[in-house]
């Protein structure tokens, strides 16, 4: 595989291939787009960035719905040597705040985007009396629709060890980083991605992860341009709002190269297994890399025997290991193995001592999948909390070197020295063990939660909590793990709280809605504890309430707490009660009443959707997800449900 200078010499090479991007945005709207157009497209958007006044080393923040636009301005930035910023779109007061943020950080920004979400970001920063972005928006953005394309831009002579764009980590709300990727970074890992995977030019690639996340960005539109194959980038919330969709079009496309984060798989067997797929076929899969989170091996077991039907073969499944810092990709297996795991005495997981091996079905086992050894020009050491290198077999923090390494964080010399051990090595924030030569997650020595791929800090989270009338920074407690049956980890909220469990159901249902509606999360249980525990120098010590929520000592709180299926369905009405049920079999904790509104109850969108699509699955065609917005109450459904007959 070739090694490019940059990325203009990587679109360069690859305008020059009969090959195109598919951009599929519902089941029958789709568009393709030839590399040679993008190419041309993104000259053309360029000279109208250049007519505005954009010069290199300035910033676009990308910030569309649309993939499509997304690329075409990722490309014009590249060629003119202007600083992409991707940008999550969510719906979330934080998301928004994340983008302003974002945009204070940047030293020459300008916004690119539709006008409705300027609309709204505008709207919401008077709401918040923000005038400084309020004046951001109105002098530096963009709109898509209104960037007329003429005279084709200037390209510009960019070093391969320029800044070629930023990557903030996902998630992070009050103090967004930026990991500063270099052309050489990108070109690096882009080449190794390529030769441990073996992708070839007539792979045909399917990916649904957002073009905002490092490996739908890196690793699934511009390592697979660089192989020189065909690819497909899905609309992410299409996949979530039709799961089912994402195996469709692989049989379709006969997809070769697959790829989901662990929740990702959870979602589409959900609704597979009610519904199932017919004339599927799925035998040209070779790979789909599983990444971004805590990998399940049951949850993974689960997805290939469901498969296995349709021809998906066990050795498809490709668990691997990267981060934003080294660009995306850090440890990747062989293609053509099976995936396994080791199975561990949950507490012989310390920092410099080995490993337990355990049996499975033991009471304290716990099971990680290998996700294989370093790909090229990546070093892997283990070490213990004094940087010093661990042996194989034992469990250390995981620490990297190499090209594809980032050399800083954007504007945040703190944060950089941070990042590097004394001898340069990049702390991960992770922690693991070698077993059998591949590397083993084990979890995480920074205070991080991810949740559907998207990592979080819980002091964000903390912080939007002690909102609630009552609490402060000082009641509650944020953290998130993974249990064996849970399969992708739990959003778990610790109280202060020492009056009778009675009167507490209240208090968390007030927490679950504030920080459903403030952050888009959904909380999988809040539960009340007698004392938080800290260090001498009063510092919150998140995993032991976390190891004691392990070992069992809140299962009869939150059995106490947990609602069962008959006190959900109250209602009179047989409908009203019947969508009662429905809700109760995905929102967990929350009883959803009749009269309560969907979008202030404390579920995540995805949760909405798999509602709604259980509700599609007794009333076929009666009820979309954007009809909530008219109709957000279970009772409101009814009546529209009925109407409708």
Not at 170 to 181: N, R
Not at 420 to 438: I, N, S, Y
Not at 570 to 583: Q, Y
Not at 617 to 623: F, T
Request: aromatic share 8%; charged share 25%.
């Amino acid at each position: 595989m070739q090694l490019y200078d940059t990325l203009i010499d990587l679109l360069a090479d690859a305008r020059g291939r009969d090959r195109q991007i598919r951009f599929i945005d519902g089941e029958r709207d789709e568009s393709v787009v030839m590399f040679a157009d993008v190419w041309d497209r993104a000259l053309g958007l360029l000279g109208a960035l250049q007519a505005r006044g954009m010069r290199s080393g300035d910033e676009l923040v990308i910030f569309s719905k649309s993939n499509e636009s997304f690329v075409v301005a990722f490309w014009a930035a590249i060629l003119g040597g202007i600083v992409p910023v991707p940008v999550a779109v969510g719906i979330s007061d934080e998301h928004r705040l994340k983008l302003f943020r974002i945009l204070r950080q940047l030293d020459r920004a300008t916004l690119f985007t539709e006008q409705d979400l300027l609309k709204r970001l505008r709207d919401f920063s008077v709401q918040q009396q923000l005038g400084e972005i309020t004046a951001i928006l109105d002098a530096k953005t963009a709109l898509i629709s209104d960037v007329k394309t003429g005279e084709n831009g200037q390209l510009s002579s960019v070093m391969p060890d320029e800044l070629a764009f930023i990557q903030y980590s996902s998630g992070s709300t009050s103090d967004p980083k930026g990991v500063c990727l270099t052309h050489r970074n990108l070109c690096t890992n882009i080449r190794a991605i390529i030769e441990a995977t073996h992708w070839m030019e007539d792979d045909q690639s399917l990916s649904w992860m957002p073009l905002t996340h490092d490996m739908g960005l890196i690793g699934y539109h511009l390592s697979v341009m660089a192989a020189g194959a065909n690819h497909a980038v899905m609309d992410t919330n299409v996949f979530v709002r039709r799961p089912l969709l994402w195996m469709s079009k692989a049989s379709e496309l006969q997809a070769t190269q697959l790829c989901s984060p662990n929740f990702g798989y959870k979602h589409f067997l959900k609704l597979f297994e009610r519904k199932g797929l017919p004339d599927l076929d799925l035998a040209s899969v070779k790979l789909i890399l599983n990444g971004a989170e805590p990998i399940s091996y049951e949850l993974c077991e689960d997805f290939l025997s469901a498969l296995a039907p349709h021809g998906l073969k066990r050795t498809a499944m490709f668990p691997v290991y990267g981060l934003a810092e080294a660009t995306v990709g850090v440890a990747i297996p062989t293609p053509g193995d099976e995936y396994s795991r080791v199975v561990v005495h949950r507490h012989s997981l310390r920092i410099g001592e080995a490993y337990e091996p355990a049996d499975v079905g033991d009471a304290d086992a716990v099971s990680f999948v290998k996700v294989g050894s370093a790909i090229r020009d990546v070093e892997i050491r283990v070490v213990d909390d004094a940087d010093n290198e661990l042996d194989q077999g034992k469990v250390g923090n995981i620490q990297l070197l190499g090209a594809s390494v980032t050399e800083r964080i954007y504007g945040d010399p703190a944060a950089t020295k941070a990042l590097f051990t004394a001898d340069g090595w990049l702390r991960t924030g992770d922690c693991g063990v070698f077993v059998d030569g591949q590397l083993v997650i084990t979890g995480r020595s920074k205070d991080i939660i991810i949740v559907n791929g998207q990592n979080y800090y819980p002091h964000d989270i903390e912080e939007i909590a002690a909102q609630v009338d009552g609490l402060d920074l000082g009641k509650v407690v944020v953290g998130g793990t993974k249990t064996e049956d849970s399969q992708t980890e739990e959003l778990l909220v610790f109280l202060l709280y020492r009056q009778d469990i009675d009167s507490f159901q209240s208090l968390a249902d007030e927490v679950r809605r504030t920080i459903g509606e403030h952050a888009g999360l959904e909380v999988d249980h809040v539960i009340p504890v007698a004392r938080i525990p800290k260090t001498t120098s009063g510092k919150v010590q998140r995993a032991k309430l976390l190891d004691a929520y392990l070992d069992g000592e809140f299962d009869d709180v939150v059995r106490q707490l947990s609602p069962s299926a008959a006190a959900a369905a109250t209602d009179d009405d047989p409908l009203v009660a019947e969508l009662e049920l429905i809700c109760r079999e995905f929102s967990k904790e929350r009883i959803i009443g009749p009269e309560d509104n969907l979008f202030e109850v404390g579920v995540s969108s995805l949760t909405l959707t798999e509602i709604v699509l259980a509700i599609d699955e007794r009333y076929p065609g009666k009820l979309d997800i954007s009809d909530l917005f008219d109709y957000p109450t279970l009772r409101a459904i009814a009546d529209f449900l009925r109407r409708d007959s």
